[in-house]
């Protein structure tokens, strides 16, 4: 069945976009409806940049005490403490380059570039320092600003911010968002009583998430200490040699095999086993 839309002259000039994407009949059918209600684009109430354009990889370090440092694959839902993100050193993060692109409580972050563009996350007033890359927008609420973060992360998470975040996307294998049309996105300007509603059930989920992550933790320690899994240890060498007067010169190249796996320990033991038993 044809699906289609039709699109006047004006309404190209006025979104600047010309592809038929732009204009699929979901996405004007979702825009007509948010013209139903009270809206205005996310730039009037926001400041809208991305992370860090610098190369940081060179700077990844495990050290607990850095700086987590969150790329477009970090964002992998809307808590933002459930990632495990690379580290950079707390020198890297205080440089002065480093600024513009730091996280601060209340931040809506998108994911702008890839096939997680529209994940949204929110940065909780109790997360630690952090920052992350270009592949990152960073939606900040102006003081005063009529929406309140939590209300617009809530509905970016939404059908109606992910139908303007997907229409608004550029690009095939490698599409995105770029800032501009981040700034043309729409929030709905709610009375405030019901942003305060909407704020407190954010803000009671993000919490009950920080609760359940600590109980998981708690739950498995207690699970691998009664199943005395906290006990194993597995010795992996790094290196190990053979000689051929051990594993035998016709044996090493009747078979064909001179890489390192063959001659791996445990198989060099299975070796020595099967030559004795030959013996006897």
């Known amino acids: ?47 809208i940049s991305d992370g860090n354009h610098l190369e940081m990889s060179r700077w990844f370090t495990d050290d607990d005490g ?16 459930n990632s ?36 949204i996350s929110v ?7 952090c920052t992350g890359s270009c592949k990152i927008g960073i939606v900040r609420r102006r003081p005063g600003g009529a929406v309140d973060s939590y209300v617009l992360a809530a509905f970016l998470l ?41 704020r407190h059930l954010v803000g009671n989920s993000l919490l009950l998430n920080t609760r359940a992550v600590a109980l998981y933790s708690e739950a498995k320690l207690l699970l691998e200490s009664d199943l005395d899994l906290d006990k194993l240890t597995f010795q992996k060498p790094a290196g190990y040699s053979a000689r051929f007067s051990t594993i035998g010169w016709f044996e090493t190249f ?16 299975n070796t020595i086993i099967y030559k004795k038993s030959e013996k006897k």
Not at 4 to 9: E, G, I, P, T
Not at 84 to 101: E, F, G, L, Q
């Open 123 to 129: 940065v909780t007033s109790n997360t630690n320092r």
């Open 158 to 198: 939404g059908k109606f911010g992910q139908y303007q975040i997907a229409r608004h996307s550029r690009g095939t294998a490698q599409g995105g968002l770029i800032l501009k049309d981040i700034f043309q996105l729409l929030a709905p300007i709610l009375p405030n009583n019901e942003q305060e509603l909407i």
């Open 66 to 81: 850095a700086v987590p440092y969150y790329r477009r694959q970090d964002l992998n839902g809307f808590f933002l403490k």
């Open 254 to 269: 009747s078979s064909g095999r001179i890489d390192a796996q063959c001659f791996a320990p445990d198989m060099c033991i």
């Open 84 to 119: 495990t993100p690379v580290r950079i050193p707390m020198h890297i993060y205080d440089h002065a380059n480093m600024h513009r692109s730091l996280f601060l409580p209340e931040d809506v972050l998108i994911c702008i570039v890839g096939a997680s563009t529209g994940t």
């Open 1 to 47: 069945m044809a699906v289609w839309s039709l699109a006047d002259h004006q309404s190209l000039m006025a979104h600047g976009r010309t592809d038929a994407e732009f204009f699929h009949p979901v996405f004007s059918e979702a825009e007509a409806k948010l013209a139903c209600i009270k809206t205005n684009v996310i730039a009037r109430n926001f400041d």
